[in-house]
């Protein structure tokens, strides 16, 4: 049988061994504390290298090292570990390093708590650390999603140099769903790295590097960058679409709250609502190409469980020509459909 | 069956995760969309644990369980956080062998199977659980006994496969004392 | 004609773009004969901190990365893992190796990481102007002690060898000077003990250099030297502080 029941944890793990992967290096922090344990556990059997690392901090920088070296790498964490790592990040970005980092996301600012956020958004999408940079973010919705996307990580960082981060949740990683492990459209195979540093035998010397005191030569690198973003901008955005063929009140939301989204859809079709659902899967590019044509959306309710920061991009998607309205929770609270549902009818969603 | 909403709540160590854990990977061998939710973290640490189920013929959209059709209690303080949520003519069973209170509510099927003095009538007070899972598909039919032992020899590892006749016999008790 | 002094091929072309008196070149050419020596040019992946050696691999003609401030030893980790038959180093001041990268230089000892560290205590911050270091004396002046140090306010300096060597996966720690040929001759043989441990798979290794900052002292070089072997080395002893049973 090649269908498993994983945790959203382990499956992040299932996917990085399947993708070829075999470094990880990590720190504890709920709700995550799966993926270090399944590294810790699995790669002993394939040859992998597996550290608990001294800190977040240590943790990012071995992943740069390994990066660094030409190997498939990834590291986890949950909110303000992420915090933590963002310096690393800002500088795998600079030097163009691939690598995959899971964010298994809990409710914030400070320490929080570690029930299921969805607050790490702006983080993630608009930097996060220092300086003009991007990630690729995937915000997979269900477990399967999770293997799926992480797989798809390796290769995308592999492809473009960059970091790509999976932005989970608490709810997300620790649940449980039956995953197709086979049949997977397999997108694991490896691209040669001529640039990585594996010492100069045979070739001129290489060095990777962050620094850059001309200002000329650092607009070259940002502008090098910039035009990486738009060819990412232009290929890879992701979203799915649920029950828009018709639909003139519409919801907008990523990750575990898109699935009670769904739900809200479900009930307000009973209604006789015409609602339907735009779930970006990709929330850096933001798909804005599932904005370009809603033509007959009366009013669009976004909903995540922060205080309102996909909300933005959705703004500007629509250039504000049609109403953007939010609902969200904070502090690990999971919004319901019902409640949901309530607002559609609040806001004029009314059966045809 | 459309969609079944399961809670099975105790104390940590009763065995409350497993028993929710082969629900859904007996749905799974069913062929259905199965989820299961584990309550994590510090509730974790000596207060109660507790897991949801969730068993679909369709793609479960939210996962989220308010309003769960059974519920299978293994204490007092489980009882407490989940009576209310049961759906109305929803099951609910309890452990009455650590259960001492008394649900208030009158529109639920109530089971009260004394399932920790079963288990030591069958040697092992740890089959409690299983004791208790067996009323329950005995009661609703969510899942098979097969399928239940079928996960069961999938699941546990091979030091503990010696465990599958008594879980076995512990799953059979359960389905013919269903109260 | 026979050659019988010339330029390491380790080293580029490229000047030193260093304070005058700064000593960074003595040391860096030292590191050069070395991987010369053992001719491991080719497999040697050098990591560069943050500070006046930022820019390694202007002067060195092998691979180099550039790592964030004070994290060289966990970047040098993740190399090493990766390619277990290169020879990794990591090139750190004070203040990047010693403060702001003390944990990951002391879990990387901890893990037994089988890499070289090179360290070079000046007492001071070197690029940003002479800032306290943690390893500035007590009573140093510097931009920021500017009435000395005062253990009761900054702290006391301390001493980065001593705190390894305990370690298990620790193969050779050592401390040097480069105030004249003789200490110049024993750091170059440190040094190269410490990459023949490396290599050997014995362990982490890390040899401190005691150095000079003349410009950011506010003395010329050969004061500065001067002030070296009367107050610095007398505070930090020099010998070998851990050592594997063999000679190189």
């Known amino acids: ?190 691209i040669p790295k001529p640039w990585a540093i594996t010492g100069c035998r045979g070739r001129e010397k290489q060095y990777i590097n962050t620094l850059y005191l001309v200002p000329e030569e650092l607009a070259e690198l940002n502008d090098r960058l910039q035009e990486k973003y738009r060819q990412i901008k232009n290929s890879e955005q992701a979203y799915e679409e649920y029950y828009m063929e018709d639909a003139d009140f519409v919801l907008v939301s990523f990750g575990i709250a898109a699935r009670i989204c769904k739900e809200a859809v479900d009930l307000a079709r009973d209604k006789g609502i015409r609602a339907g659902l735009i779930r970006p899967i990709t929330l850096w590019p933001f798909p804005e190409k599932a904005f370009a ?46 409640e949901i549902v309530n607002r559609i009818e609040m806001l004029g969603g009314t059966p045809k | 069956m459309e969609r079944s909403d399961m809670v099975i709540s105790g104390f940590g160590g009763q065995g409350v995760l497993f028993v929710g854990f082969l629900l859904a990977y007996a749905g799974m061998l069913e062929g259905n969309y199965v989820c299961w939710i584990p309550s994590y973290g510090v509730e974790m640490r000596g207060g109660t644990a507790h897991c949801f189920v969730t068993i679909a013929n369709k793609e479960v959209s939210s996962p989220i369980v308010d309003r769960p059709s059974v519920v299978m209690v293994f204490n007092n303080p489980s009882l407490e956080k989940f009576e209310t949520a049961v759906t109305p003519g929803g099951h609910l069973f309890i452990n009455s062998s650590l259960v001492d209170i008394e649900p208030k509510r009158s529109d639920l099927i109530v089971h009260r199977i004394p399932a920790s003095d079963y288990a030591n009538e069958l040697g092992n007070s740890k089959v409690a659980n299983i004791i208790l899972l067996g009323a329950l598909i005995q009661a609703t039919e969510v899942v098979s006994i097969d399928n239940i032992y079928l996960a069961l020899q999938e699941i546990l590892p091979e030091k503990k496969k010696k465990m599958l006749p008594l879980n076995y016999e512990a799953l059979k008790f359960g389905m013919s004392n269903l109260v | ?48 901190p943050v500070g006046c050696s930022v820019f390694l691999d202007w002067y060195f003609n092998f691979d180099i990365i550039q790592a964030a401030h004070g994290r060289a030893p966990a970047v040098a980790t993740g190399v090493k893992r990766v390619l277990t038959e290169n020879v990794v180093f990591t ?91 003789k200490n110049i001759v024993r750091t170059k043989k440190s040094l190269k003990t410490a990459f023949k441990v490396q290599m050997e798979g014995l362990g982490f290794s890390l040899v401190e250099i005691l150095s000079i900052c003349p410009v950011n002292w506010g003395m010329d070089p050969q004061k500065s030297m001067q002030w070296l072997e009367d107050n610095i080395i007398p505070h930090y002893p020099l010998g070998d502080i851990k050592m594997p049973d063999f000679d190189v």
């Open chain 3, 91 to 181: 090139y750190q001041g004070d203040g990047d190796l010693a403060s702001i990268g003390i944990a990951e230089l002391i879990h990387a000892a901890a893990r037994g990481e089988n890499i070289t560290i090179v360290f070079i205590n000046n007492a001071c911050y070197g690029m940003t102007g002479g800032q306290m270091a943690p390893t500035t004396l007590e009573k140093q002046i510097t931009t920021t002690t500017p009435y000395g140090r005062d253990h009761k306010t900054s702290g006391s300096p301390f001493f980065v060898p001593e705190l390894l060597t305990n370690m298990h996966g620790v193969g050779f720690l050592s401390r040097r000077a480069i105030n004249n040929p």
């Open chain 1, 1 to 190: 049988m090649s269908k498993k029941l994983l945790k959203g944890n382990e499956a992040i793990g299932e996917a990085a061994i399947k993708a070829n992967c075999r470094y990880y290096f990590g720190y504890p922090i709920t709700p995550q504390n799966e993926i270090p344990e399944f590294f810790a556990k699995e790669f002993p059997r394939v040859g992998g290298v597996f550290i608990q690392a001294e800190s977040e901090i240590a943790a990012i920088n071995m992943v740069y090292g390994a990066a660094a070296a030409g190997a498939r790498v990834m590291t986890s964490s949950s909110s303000p570990g992420i915090s933590l790592k963002m310096e690393g990040i800002s500088y795998i970005a600079a030097a163009e390093l691939p690598c995959v980092i899971a964010n298994i996301m809990r409710g914030g600012p400070g320490l929080g708590g570690i029930q299921p956020a969805q607050s790490d958004y702006f983080q993630a999408t608009k930097g996060g650390g220092h300086g003009d940079y991007r990630m690729i973010v995937f915000s997979p919705a269900s477990v399967q999603e999770l293997y799926n996307l992480t797989k798809k990580a390796f290769y995308l960082a592999d492809y473009y140099r960059i970091p790509v981060m999976i932005l989970g949740d608490g709810f997300l990683g620790q649940m449980m769903e039956s995953v197709e492990m086979d049949g997977q459209n397999d997108t694991c195979e490896p």
């Open chain 1, 293 to 338: 044509d809603l033509t007959r959306a009366k009013n669009i309710l976004n909903v995540e469980m922060n205080a309102g920061q996909m909300v933005e991009d959705v703004k500007l998607a629509v250039s504000c020509k049609i109403p953007v309205h939010f609902y969200g929770c904070t502090g690990g609270l999971l919004p319901s459909s019902k």
């Open chain 3, 1 to 48: 004609m026979s050659v019988i002094l010339k330029k390491p091929l380790s080293l580029t072309d490229k000047k030193f773009h260093y304070c005058p008196g700064c000593t960074h070149g003595v040391i860096h050419r030292l590191i050069a004969e070395i991987i010369d020596e053992y001719d491991i040019r080719e497999q040697t992946i050098g990591i560069a």
